[in-house]
């Protein structure tokens, strides 16, 4: 089926959370995340890095996750949204940082890799650049009126107190649960020459302040691949960047675990420092080994590899992976 | 001396690089880090935290660093500062990147710590944040005519193709070799109740990309501190991120390491991916025990603890520590 007994394929999560949703949105879900794992396994020929990029691009696109044209409003009504690309190979990174404007912040990570010697450009250096590599200002798809709906309502709890109320002072702003991070984007995988990337792209949490950045275009935190494994990780990224949780992965897979033990420790990491409905990540390893754990009520997620004719999709515990 | 054969201190450092200097230039840095390492030692009794900050603030201040007042020029011509502080005890980080205007990116960064349930803020967020907590805005004093001179200088050689040759297209504007970033400045240490904490600060490369994020801001790369040590690591950021070589040099320590044998295995690890010229790194475990290791020429560093009473300074190798 593949040489080496290696099996080349890609591993995506479309978020950690509680999950209780209703059959439609289900359906939904699993449809984007479908059209994202074909999309990017269909190009794996052209290397992992490519696939984890186009499919974490058709998650942006989709709009029905927290990233891209789904995004969520900072405090004051912005999108300021994080992405990140490695390849695993060669260490190379690209990532982008609180960048308004452009619906897919995950190719401007991948423009930072390949045009540039830095890795990680922010705010409006980040959208400056973006313009020079010719992406077009798609504020007005990003910062839609059903958004800003939503945005009143959540800024209108908050002021009565009804929502964020475990904090004081600024901390008010912002929910220590993961719920309101559902919809992260993120992606792994290994080719068919042997190499592994990581990719991924949020909107961050909702009303949070301008100018915050989570977990997921930090290297390491959010996101991390060398030769032994590709992971991503997803949810409180306060805490998964605390921990580094992405290469702890890969240390692990560096040590002798396959990628399933390394997502389960992994989890049972955070779990053990910061609690429950913290985080999830998912891991690929060398082999084509593929692992995902969370320590939330479930994590949106789909396989395709070799020898499959159609992506495995699943939320909860009771599956396959 | 001190209870349980623990002995603490601050260890800080002023930049890596070639440090082919005049003895005037000498006598200038050894007198602000000098000055940075009473300051810090001064107010141990109150924290490890507290510690690294007023010590990294002291050089912020001193202007002769490329970090605060010293730091340097984007290719457009905006200063934007990096920062960050961690916790040992519980983890707690608060960072800043591409933070303009605001002299002294450590307190804000303590503050983003301190007051709100993020660690990292960014560009115009982490502005609106400084004066939202009463930072004044110093951009006059932060863009000197004389780095205004220097820049010119520097773009100008640029242009005609002196300097940072080695790159085609964007890549061309950032110099891959360390001696630019000579400058940025870092502390840790180990107080009297046994926590540890690590602070650093920087400008960042000089004609970096407007928007570019180093190292120092960023949990596991450019700082770390956890039970067992406190690392901050300096030179080019893009290199240190990749490997989050001041993690990995925690990791060693909580492995069974001292602090020295942490920082000499980090600088060859980042050697061994990177070549030379590209880090320096320095140290302090759980004891007390101090460690620094550079590729460099040089790293200015100043050492202050219990039972010493004035602080060790060394630049090159055939010092002590």
């Given at each position: ?7 080349a394929?890609?591993l ?13 949105r ?64 060669d ?44 992406f ?37 702003f ?43 275009p930090l ?6 691949a ?6 991503v ?19 692990l ?55 499959l004719?159609k ?11």
């Open positions: 089926m593949c040489a080496d007994s290696r099996r394929g890609i995506l999560h479309g978020g950690a959370g509680r999950y209780s949703i209703d059959e439609r289900r359906r939904i879900l699993e449809n984007a995340i479908k059209e994202a794992a074909i999309a990017g396994f269909s190009i794996l020929e052209n290397g992992a890095v490519e696939a984890v990029v186009e499919s974490v691009r058709v998650m942006e696109d989709s709009g029905v996750f927290n990233a891209g044209l789904g995004s969520a409003l900072t405090l004051n009504g912005y999108v300021e949204m994080d992405a990140g690309v490695m390849n695993g190979r260490l190379s990174i690209g990532a982008v940082a609180n960048l308004r404007g452009i619906k897919n912040p995950i190719l401007v990570a991948k423009k930072v890799m390949e045009e540039t010697d830095h890795i990680l450009l922010a705010g409006e250096g980040a959208y400056k650049f973006a313009r020079m590599m010719g077009e200002d798609s504020t007005d798809k990003l910062i839609t009126e059903d958004k800003k709906r939503k945005h009143r309502e959540l800024v209108d709890k908050w002021l009565k107190g009804e929502i964020y109320k475990r904090f004081s002072k600024l901390k008010r912002y929910n220590q649960n993961v719920d309101e991070a559902v919809g992260t984007v993120g992606a792994v995988a290994l080719d068919y020459e042997g190499n592994l990337a990581a990719a991924v792209s949020t909107g961050g949490i909702h009303i949070k302040l301008e100018g915050r950045v989570g977990d997921s290297p390491g935190a959010g996101f991390y060398n030769k032994y494994a590709a992971a990780a997803t949810g409180i990224g306060e805490y998964i960047a605390r921990l580094l949780l992405s290469k702890y992965a890969c240390d897979v560096e040590r002798g675990k396959t990628a399933r033990e390394a997502a389960v420790e992994a989890i049972k990491y955070i779990t053990s420092v910061f609690g429950k409905n913290t985080a999830g990540i998912i891991v690929v390893d060398y082999k084509g080994r593929i692992g995902a754990d969370f320590n939330t009520g479930g994590m949106l997620r789909a396989y395709l590899g070799e020898g004719a992506p495995l999709i699943t939320i909860y515990r009771e599956n396959i992976f």
